[in-house]
């Protein structure tokens, strides 16, 4: 089972990146996928969650309405669309999976990706 995040990279503020995480070794169908980010000395927190089947999403409040989560079932890939960056939004972004409903809560996660490093410059 792999996770593997890419696309992060450095960006001006108001700016944007798209995530991307793609998923192989399972069939995730009955999962849902989560973005979380984590900041030098800052603990990991959510950003936003899909169901993969469904399509139902949740988004923490800070990305709510500038940031889209999606994914595309025939390439097994989850992305996070990430518009009007600002340099708050600066981590390393890890993709994650877990079974049940909805949530953020980072240990509820089993398997995650590696991580890519996301800088916004102001």
Known sequence: VQLQAF?????QAGGSLRLSCAV???TFRSYVMGWFRQAPGKEREFVAVIRWSGGSTY????????????RDNA???VYLQMNSLKPEDTAVYYCAAKRGPLT???????????????TVSS
């Open 104 to 118: 953020g809560w980072v240990n509820e996660y089993d398997y995650w990706g590696q991580g890519t490093l996301v």
């Open 7 to 11: 696309g992060g990279g450095l960006v």
């Open 24 to 26: 192989s070794g399972w």
């Open 75 to 77: 390439k097994n890939t």
């Open 59 to 70: 988004y923490d409040d800070s990305v709510r309405g500038r940031f889209t989560i999606s």
